[in-house]
């Protein structure tokens, strides 16, 4: 089974200032997709971004971009002009043949006022 | 609008008891999914179906099971709740062309 690994239990950041969330995988397929959700207070899990392994430009949404790296097999979330809203739970994921997701374990992420 | 549901959203039970979570969608998905979060461990595979009558052992499928009758539903049964299995279960559900899953609020569940 794909394996995912978020090496930073926790982190913080202050109001405004940049972050980047850490995210390495294990896989031996060639096609497959990488995701960051967000879990914040209310348990709701919500989809922020995700990369196709295919496209070589990493994708962005808004104040958030990812850092892909295939040959590393590393998948980084950078959120610029931090915001208290971003306050969370962030989980990547990776979904490759299969329709099945392989979670990390998560980093918790405080935003300083 | 399209939903994924699941109810009770919090349940207290007692060891040896079997206890059933329900999971609704009207997203008309295919594939349907449980999962249980608990720290340290992120989001661990229960049980998964890919349609009606299928269903498949995930990770940590020992002490659960799922049945799968119709396309809208996917409940998850222990059959005899340990204190083990206190957790934050969610249902997700994805259709084959998706690259996401949409997920349900969560049900926290606690084995007394």
């Known amino acids: 089974a794909q394996t995912v690994t978020q090496s930073q239990p926790e982190m913080s950041v202050q109001e405004a200032e940049t972050v980047t969330l850490s995210c390495t995988y294990d896989?031996?397929?060639?096609?497959?997709?990488l995701f960051w959700y967000k879990q914040p207070p209310s348990r709701q899990m919500i989809l922020v971004i995700r990369?196709?392994?295919?496209?070589?430009q990493n994708a962005t949404e808004n104040r958030f971009s990812v850092n892909f790296q295939k040959a590393a097999k590393s998948f980084s979330l950078k959120i610029s002009d931090s915001q208290l809203g971003d306050a969370a739970m962030y989980f990547c994921?990776?979904?490759?043949?299969?329709?099945?997701?392989?979670f990390g374990t998560g980093t918790s992420l405080t935003v300083i006022p | 609008d399209a939903e994924i549901t699941q109810s009770p959203r919090h349940k207290i039970t007692e060891t040896g008891r079997q206890v059933t979570l329900a999971c609704h969608q009207t997203?008309?998905?295919?594939?349907m999914f449980w999962y249980r979060q608990d720290l340290g461990h992120g989001l661990r595979l229960i049980h998964y179906?890919?349609?009606?009558?299928?269903?498949n052992k995930g990770e940590v499928s020992d002490g659960y099971s799922v049945s799968r009758s119709n396309t809208e539903d996917l409940p998850l049964t222990l059959e005899s709740a340990a204190s083990s299995q206190t957790s934050v279960y969610f249902c997700?559900?994805?259709?084959?062309?998706?690259?996401?899953?949409?997920f349900g609020p969560g049900t926290r569940l606690t084995v007394l």
């Open positions: 997700a559900s994805s259709d084959h062309s998706d690259n996401e899953q949409f």
């Open positions: 896989t031996s397929e060639s096609d497959y997709y």
């Open positions: 990369q196709e392994a295919y496209k070589q």
């Open positions: 994921a990776y979904r490759g043949s299969g329709n099945q997701f392989y």
């Open positions: 997203w008309n998905h295919n594939n």
């Open positions: 179906s890919y349609g009606v009558q299928d269903t």
